[in-house]
């Protein structure tokens, strides 16, 4: 069971990013899935979530208008697109999977992480 995150990088403030996830060893259909990151010196606060069903979803107030989660169970991936970037969304980005039904999206309730990907917003 795997989780791949890839897609961070270095952007000026104002651009974009599109982070990919990808899953093996199981299939992401019955799991809700979530963006979660740690800034240094910060816990890990969850980004964005999004139902099996993709009929609910949930943003931190941070990034809302800003930042679309997606999923493309054909392909066993998950993404988050981020528009107008900002110096504080600075750290590194994973990529998570829960298989209950829908639950906050905080990290305790997620069975499954990817390594992580760090993305970096200079102003």
Known sequence: VQLQASGGGLVQAGGSLRLSCAASGFTLDDYVIGWFRQAPGKEREGVSCLSSSGGRTFYANSVKGRFTISRDNAKNMLYL????????????????????????????YFDYWGQGTLVTVSS
């Open 81 to 108: 697109q981020m528009d107008s970037l900002k110096p504080e969304d600075t750290a590194v980005y994973y990529c998570a999977a829960d298989k209950s039904p829908w639950r906050l999206c905080t990290r305790r």
